[in-house]
């Protein structure tokens, strides 16, 4: 393993590309403070430049040189939830360039919590920007066999950390504003930080401007198209559209009935377990052929906001 990390650390001082294993998502590594190589990375996504990259760094003492000033809730939330599925927006400071952060004046920072990421941060020093493992506007990877299968050889490295606990990405807060705001709910829960802040968080991005591309209305989509809706009307939404000609798969607890005749891909009934699944299940169904993804949504506790903001996205009309 060590061999690996040294291994990963070359590559990235190089200026190459390493996908690395979080406990969200598998991001695509490239050294934050080298240009060339984060163009590289848009140019691998096929993303367009101006949305930003998180940098993810190996402690809050590292996430510091990142940024300008501190905001006043930088402490308490790095404190609860680093290392987390918690993405920290911040004024940045001259290390980030507009090649990281898309012009912006501001970064965004996150210590992840797993054992390999945190290795190769510590050895590398530096930050390593990272977006999710996958082409603009696809299903995120969680396992490095979905990196292997969706990148290739665009990739230099993938170390393989298994599949991922967490399963959607980290909860992006936005802390430039007047109050902390959620741009992209994730792996920490609305409820956990409005636990440690001790005030009401809002969900949204303050202004019309939409800089997060999972902010865009399509996004996290599988091939097949998605239909999201409630667990009463799955069961007719589902045969219906079988009925039409399509090959439809439900993707749903095991609580929620399904025709008989529609295949059946069943998620855990805790939402935890449903957004750790999710992704895979989707690229499951798209390896399967299905036409038609007929989901129900659980409810918004916890990870279950998440869930929702996901496969709302992956439903929304396609460009
Ligand atoms: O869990 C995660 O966050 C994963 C793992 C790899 O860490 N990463 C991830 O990265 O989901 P990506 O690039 O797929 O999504 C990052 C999101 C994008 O929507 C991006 O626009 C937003 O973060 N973002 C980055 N910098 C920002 C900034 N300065 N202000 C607002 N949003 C920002
Ligand atoms: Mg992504």
Redesign the pocket.
């Known amino acids: 393993m060590e061999q690996l990390i040294t291994e990963a650390v070359g590559v990235l001082k190089r200026g190459g590309l390493v996908a ?1 294993p ?8 490239a050294d934050a403070e080298n240009e060339l190589a984060v163009r590289h990375i848009f140019a691998v ?1 096929r ?1 367009p430049a101006s ?6 760094v190996a402690s809050a003492r590292h996430a510091k040189a990142w940024a300008r000033e501190l905001p006043v809730h930088f402490d308490a939330l790095a404190r609860a939830f680093w290392p987390g ?1 918690l ?1 920290l ?1 911040v004024w ?1 400071s001259d290390r980030a360039s507009d090649a ?3 012009g ?1 004046d ?3 920072l ?1 210590v ?1 919590d797993h054992p390999l990421a945190l290795e190769l941060l510590e050895a590398f020093g530096g930050g390593v920007a ?5 082409r603009f506007g696809r299903v ?1 990877p969680t396992t490095a066999e979905h990196v292997r299968a969706e990148l290739g050889a665009d990739v230099d490295l993938v170390l393989d950390g298994g599949p991922c606990a ?1 399963g ?3 909860t ?1 807060v ?1 802390l ?1 504003g007047a109050e902390p705001r959620i ?2 709910p ?2 920490v829960s609305r409820e956990d930080l409005v636990r440690v802040l001790g005030r009401p968080v809002r969900l949204g ?1 303050d202004g019309a401007d939409v ?5 865009l209305a399509s ?1 996290y989509a599988p091939r097949a198209g998605v239909l999201v809706v409630t667990p009463a009307q799955l069961y007719a939404e589902a045969e219906r559209r079988q009925t039409e000609g399509l090959r439809v798969a439900a993707l749903a607890p095991r609580s929620v009935a399904v025709p008989a005749a529609v295949h059946r891909a069943d998620m855990p009934e805790d939402a935890a377990g449903f957004a750790r699944e999710l992704y895979g299940a989707l690229r499951r169904l798209d390896a399967e052929g299905f036409d038609l993804v007929v989901t129900a949504l659980p409810d918004e506790h916890g990870l279950g906001l998440a869930v929702k903001d996901r496969l709302l996205k992956a439903a929304a009309p396609r460009t």
Do not use: C, F
Request: glycine share 12%; no cysteine; charged share 15%.
């Open positions: 690395l979080t406990e969200t998502v598998y991001g695509l590594g996504k993303r949305h930003p990259l998180i940098v993810h599925p993405t927006v940045r990281v952060t898309g912006q501001t970064v965004a996150r992840p990272a977006p999710s493992a996958n995120s967490v959607v990405e980290s992006i936005d430039t741009l992209r994730g792996g991005a800089r997060a591309p999972g902010m996004h």
